[in-house]
């Protein structure tokens, strides 16, 4: 079955450092990619996607390329910020209107 | 516009009781979600309704969880009994129902079981 393996955190990070969350992935057909961030207290919130291989999703200073080859979507900033503190979680969707599946999850704290 | 409304948010119980769940999807949405977030762990699907209609309860253990969507509209997410297993964020997620849509998801329901 389908499946999301993202690093395990917690990641601490000063602020203005460059960041990197990795995320490889398996499935039998050809997914759409997604980074969901859930901040403190609040729901899960679609950070960005991309929906075949090479596109790059982006928002917010975040940026993930879909890599067909490696099988993986790395989540990527230049510059944290400690707003950016929250949960990261790499999901896939087969196709059309089927369920996420997600990974496990990355805690990030940016401290000043 | 509104967001997926959840209720309650927080929920105490003891094993063996029973516990309800009600999610309020955003306007229009015919796709409903619910998912179970264990502590630690990325959110894994329940039950998916397209309208009032099950698509996908492969992974709700019907021996104690239960779900409608009965006017296709709002949801309740029911188990009984509860298992200190149990205990996670339940989430409610709904999307237009159409190819290539996003998926919103309510604040969730934190439920612990004692």
């Known amino acids: 079955g389908n499946s999301v393996t993202q690093m395990e955190g917690p990641v601490t990070l000063s602020e203005e450092a460059f960041l990197t969350i990795n995320c490889t992935y398996t499935a039998t057909g050809y997914p759409s990619l997604f980074w969901y961030v859930q901040y403190p207290g609040e729901g899960l919130q679609l950070l960005l996607k991309a929906t075949k291989a090479d596109d790059k999703g982006s928002n917010k200073g975040f940026e993930a390329t879909y890599r067909k080859e490696t099988t993986s979507f790395h989540l990527e900033k230049g510059s944290v910020q400690v707003s950016d503190s929250a949960v990261y979680f790499c999901?896939?969707?087969?196709?059309?209107?089927?369920?996420?599946?997600f990974g496990k999850g990355t805690r990030l704290s940016v401290i000043a | 516009e509104a967001g997926v409304a959840q209720s309650p948010r927080y929920k105490i119980i003891e094993k063996r009781q029973s516990v309800a769940f009600w999610c309020n999807p955003i306007s229009g949405h015919a796709t409903l979600y619910w998912y179970q977030q264990i502590l630690g762990q990325g959110p894994k699907l329940l039950i998916q309704f397209q309208n009032n209609g099950v698509v996908d309860d492969s992974q709700l253990p019907k021996d104690r969880f239960s779900a409608e969507r009965l006017k296709g509209v709002d949801s309740t997410l029911k188990i009984q009994p509860a298992k200190l297993e149990d205990s996670a964020v339940y989430l409610c997620?709904?999307?237009?129902?159409?190819?290539?849509?996003?998926?919103?998801f309510g604040p969730g329901t934190r439920l612990t079981v004692l």
């Open positions: 999901a896939l969707r087969d196709s059309g209107n089927t369920p996420l599946v």
């Open positions: 997620a709904s999307s237009l129902g159409t190819t290539s849509n996003e998926q919103f």
